[in-house]
């Protein structure tokens, strides 16, 4: 699986980014996708994950300001980010993981959040 992150870039503080994820050759569905971000310095951490089934999961942090969705017709995946802090300002990962062999997991080359005035 290869999975192509874009959408990163400069947004002030209270911005707004969407960040798409584009997976090829696979059967899509199959796969738990998530967001991940590792911010200067510090370790990767989960950001939002939406299951095979489609369920959602996210950060306590960003509850309520960060939307994941998933679009299996296109294989594709998206994460909707509100009113970005300072302190989101990360190299933002996303992740496809087997919903069954879930040593079979994989990462995009991420893309940079910058979130600064």
């Known amino acids: 699986v290869q999975l192509q992150a874009s959408g990163g870039g400069l947004v002030h503080p209270g911005g707004f980014l969407r960040l798409s994820c584009a997976a090829s050759?696979?059967?899509?569905?199959?796969?738990?996708m998530g967001w991940y971000r590792q911010p200067p310095g510090k370790q990767r951490e989960l950001v939002a994950k939406?299951?095979?089934?489609?369920?959602?999961n996210y950060a306590d942090s960003v509850k309520g300001r960060f939307s994941i969705s998933r679009d299996n017709a296109k294989n594709m995946v998206y994460l909707e980010m509100n009113s970005l802090k300072a302190q989101e300002t990360a190299v933002y990962y996303c992740?496809?993981?087997?919903?069954?062999?879930?040593?079979?997991?994989?990462w995009g080359q991420g893309t940079l959040v910058t979130v600064s005035s």
């Open positions: 992740n496809a993981q087997h919903y069954i062999i879930t040593t079979q997991s994989y």
């Open positions: 050759r696979t059967i899509f569905s199959m796969y738990h």
């Open positions: 939406v299951t095979a089934g489609g369920s959602e």
